[in-house]
Each structure stands twice: as structure tokens, then as C-alpha cells.
Nanobody
Framework: EVTLVESGGGRVLPGGSLRLSCAAS????????VGWFRQAPGKEREAVSV????????VYLDSVKGRFTISSDNAKKMVYLQMNSLQSEDTAVYYC?????????????????WGQGTQVTVSS
């Protein structure tokens, strides 16, 4: 059974940092693309960053480039999202997701496996 479990969300002041973690299990990690999506109230779910663990390719949402970094520990089947210089616009539920293949898709419809989500709130 494929499972993705996120942790690390919380409340932070504008300009602060958080690190999200996602523990993956139940599948051959190197055969999948993994990513972080987010969804704010009343908005579409959007891809924040996706990564192909087998070769380290990464894709980022334009608004988080230079602030967020996705990384992976393939041996531990962990994917991380380091978020710096957080802004109120980053407030959302963040989800870890995975899909079989090698295409770094930004479409949530291509991802068949999802975590339960973790809330990130940026507020003073």
C-alpha cells in the first residue's frame, strides 16, 4: 500500500521559515515523481515544487523560486520542502504527492497518491 505522510507544518511570522517532510512507503521510490502541492481556501490546488528522485530534476512555482527548496533522501524515501522568507500568500494546506513515471508534471490530476496534508499559516 502506497502511503505518504507529511509533517512540519505550523504557524510562522512573515519572513520566517518552515521545513516540511514527507515519508513515503509502499512503492519503489526511484520509479516515481514526488512533489509538494498546496491549496488555499477558495483556490485551485497548485504545484509548489516537484522532483524526480532518480536524477534530481526539480521544478518550482515561479512565486517560490529562490525561497523554497525541494530535496530528497532516496535511501530513506523522504522528500522535504524547505520554505524560507515565508509570506502570507504562502498560507495553505500543503500536500505531498507522487505519481509513477518520469514526467515532472505540475498538474494535480497526474498524481495518484496523496498525503493527508499539513497546514502552513503565515501571519503576524
Amino acid at each position: 500500500e502506497v502511503t505518504l505522510v507529511e509533517s512540519g507544518g505550523g504557524r510562522v511570522l512573515p519572513g520566517g521559515s518552515l521545513r516540511l517532510s514527507c515519508a513515503a512507503s509502499g512503492f519503489r521510490y526511484e520509479d516515481y515523481v514526488v512533489g509538494w502541492f498546496r491549496q488555499a481556501p477558495g483556490k485551485e490546488r497548485e504545484a509548489v515544487s516537484v522532483m524526480t528522485p532518480r536524477d534530481g530534476r526539480t521544478v518550482y512555482l515561479d512565486s517560490v523560486k529562490g525561497r523554497f527548496t525541494i530535496s530528497s533522501d532516496n535511501a530513506k524515501k523522504m522528500v522535504y520542502l524547505q520554505m524560507n522568507s515565508l509570506q502570507s500568500e504562502d498560507t495553505a494546506v500543503y500536500y505531498c504527492a507522487a505519481h509513477f513515471g518520469a514526467i515532472s508534471s505540475r498538474s494535480s490530476y497526474d498524481y495518484g497518491y496523496w498525503g493527508q496534508g499539513t497546514q502552513v499559516t503565515v501571519s503576524s
